[in-house]
């Protein structure tokens, strides 16, 4: 009897399996080659950051984990899989972009982990809302077409990258009134418009070292006018005797040669921001010639001080004259 009970459940198991083989197979949930002429890929949903996000509710009522595909027979397919009926068995398969659909605001990309191909959210209203090599259009990120700040001549005008490398629109175009003639240039910095002075550069642009620097586009905002009392100048650097009583220049080389009645020269004479150049961004030392006493055309001095900077007011160098010049001196700080 035994025996006999044992045989006929075999016997219904066999039939089973035989119904289940002609209706297909569980493949987690999702639809079957049997009844879905095109695979879904219910991972097309997982984010591009694994391991981060909880399971969600789709409208169409699936349960999605974003960080694993669907269940399959006895496993589980990657987040860029879906599970088909492959030669009568349940198989994971990875997902082409082909398969997945993606939305206008979704971007098919690799999956993380494991095979296929998975679609990630990439609406955005500003480009922060994009990864570093991104830029918003104001929709959907895209790649950026520039690195930021970037600048190229296009003929006589020079373009520069924006900031969040979506465009290189165009800041201004050389070119000149005056005898020197400005051509876009370009070096290791980027292009630029060359100049000599500020009328050899355009519009709400000035003239630093040898190129035009600047937005060239008029300013936003601007200062009221103040009173004359309101903006009267005030010294700033002192430099010689303390009073008619005491002439001398107490600290300076010299100190007697302490009478000055010339008008002083503003030169850039050392290299005060250390970039190997002195030019106009280097802080401008003040020349001048003193005397003693009374006497103008003998034993005078050539001196300079700093005109800013730590060192203000303070002497950079002095050189003595004389009838003789075998007895000329100098100093040098």
Known sequence: MILSRTRSIGLCFALLST????TGCDCGGIPTPMDAAVPRADAA???DAPGLDAPFVRDD????DPDAGPSCAMTTCGPG???ELVAGAAACV???CADLHCSATERCV???TGMGNVCVDVACTDSLDCPVEEYCDGVVCLPDVCVAGTRTCDGMAVLVCDDDGG???MV???GSDAYFESVCAGDAAGAYCPCEDDWDCPADTVCEVGRCTGTGRPPTCSLPPAAFTDVLPTNEITWGGVSAAMPSAVGAPFPTSAQVDITPVVANLDDDNGDGRIDELDTPEIVFQSYCGTDVSTNGVLRAIHGGGPGRGHDFFAVQGGVDPILSTSWVS
Request: glycine share 4%; charged share 10%.
């Open 110 to 112: 690799p999956a993380m």
């Open 61 to 64: 009522a699936v349960v999605v």
């Open 81 to 83: 899989e879906r599970c």
């Open 94 to 96: 990875p997902n082409s």
């Open 19 to 22: 119904l289940l083989a002609l």
């Open 45 to 47: 949903f997982a984010d």
């Open 167 to 169: 465009g290189m629109p």
């Open 172 to 174: 201004f175009t050389c």
